[in-house]
């Protein structure tokens, strides 16, 4: 789950956190909206996708993905018939798992920066054990850690850019190759906000792209102007304009199976995906964020810092409506593991990566957090004042 870094509307000091009356989701979040229940749009959202009247018709989106299929089938590709992004997470390998057994030659292509760690390598190993083929592409990596530096130091988002290669590339890769389908995952913007997108959340477009891959319209070419970077450098990370006028089509696979991290973690394991023996930095999951570890828990510690909520809060608010934990049972677990600060080791890696020193990193991380919500204790320790108190 990832939020990008849109900043909410204008707070005041002292600022009180007023969350979902169903979840845990503060109103700090990028384009939450509540109503007048006081419940999130991600949760109505949930309602509109379950409603047994009025809900999604799950069988008939099946249906709808079994002639996408047969489409596909039917234009006789020159290499590949569909193409999925993977990190060897277990919401990729469900994706893969979704398209096999179709007669489908399926490419895999995952965007390595370069940081794995070895759990996240062998369950990436696991996609080509399933029968689809793996491509890997490592950008260069001088460029790279100039583009965490200046996201880390002026945007407070290391991942300001590595969100958006992680949409792009694949989508240069099916349209060089004439490969017919793209399935990503998960349409973040409806799922954990609760927003369509238009033109609908079935889609990745453009617009979809520069407003919820790219860090509050930051593109790839916003960048290279403001930075004086040659945009040429720049395209492996941008929406590729050559895509509207292929016969590629890039689809949500939560637009056709209903999405839910519990569902794909069963598929994944059948498959031989490794969970880590422990709860990941930051929540209290164990198989979530664990095949890159450094800029990612960097990047969920800035949502802390901006926005007093992290990982935690989001994995809590899935499993709430997925009845999973009551909301009470959920704000214990946030208590415990969403504020926790970065971990002594994932600091050392993160400023030995990009070649700055301790004191710079502390100083940026605090140039972001946010006063409005932040206080300092009698002890002199930040905290947020009525943090889920209501």
């Not at 945009?231 to 590729?240: A, G, M």
């Not at 929540?283 to 664990?290: E, F, K, M, S």
């Not at 070649?355 to 140039?367: A, M, T, Y």
């Amino acid at each position: 789950m990832c939020t990008r870094d849109a900043p909410p509307g204008r707070l005041r000091i002292g600022h009180k956190m007023k969350y979902c009356t169903r979840c845990l989701l503060p109103d700090t979040k990028p384009y939450i909206v509540f109503d007048s229940e006081g419940v999130c749009a991600a949760c109505r959202a949930h309602e509109r996708k379950n409603c047994a009247e009025r809900g999604i018709d799950w069988a008939a989106r099946q249906r709808e993905f079994d002639a996408l299929i047969e489409g596909v089938r039917a234009r006789k590709a020159p290499l590949y018939d569909a193409l999925v992004p993977v990190s060897g997470g277990k919401d990729s390998i469900s994706q893969v798992h979704r398209l096999l057994g179709r007669g489908l030659r399926i490419l895999a292509v995952n965007v390595d920066y370069g940081i794995k760690t070895e759990v996240g390598r062998r369950n990436l190993a696991c996609i080509p054990r399933m029968g689809a083929s793996l491509m890997t592409y490592t950008p260069e990596q001088p460029l790279h850690r100039r583009l965490i530096r200046l996201g880390f130091e002026d945007y407070g988002d290391p991942d300001l850019l590595s969100h958006t290669m992680l949409h792009a590339y694949p989508l240069r890769m099916a349209v060089r190759l004439e490969v017919p389908l793209l399935l990503h995952g998960e349409n973040a913007a409806f799922e954990y906000s609760g927003e369509e997108g238009r033109p609908s959340g079935q889609s990745l477009t453009r617009e979809w792209f520069n407003k919820y891959a790219a860090n509050a319209g930051n593109t790839p070419r916003v960048v290279a102007d403001r930075y004086h970077i040659p945009y040429e450098q720049l395209i492996p990370y941008d929406y590729p304009d050559e895509f509207e006028n292929s016969d590629t089509r890039a689809v949500f696979c939560s637009h056709y199976f209903h999405w839910d991290s519990e569902t794909n973690l069963d598929i994944a394991r059948n498959y031989g995906f490794e969970a880590l023996p422990h709860p990941a930095d930051g929540t209290y999951r164990n198989y979530v964020g664990i095949d890159e570890r450094v800029i990612h828990r960097v990047h969920q510690y800035f949502k802390v810092l901006k926005f007093g909520y992290g990982r935690a809060t989001d994995h809590a608010c899935e499993d709430i409506r997925n009845g999973r934990l009551s909301r009470e049972e959920a704000k214990a677990l946030v208590r415990k593991h969403d504020l926790v600060g970065l971990e002594d080791d994932v600091v050392n890696n993160f400023i030995e990566h990009i070649g700055i020193s301790r004191e710079r990193f502390h100083e940026v991380l605090e140039r972001f957090r946010n006063r409005a919500i932040w206080r300092r204790s009698a002890e002199g320790a930040w905290e947020i004042p009525g943090h889920l108190q209501d």
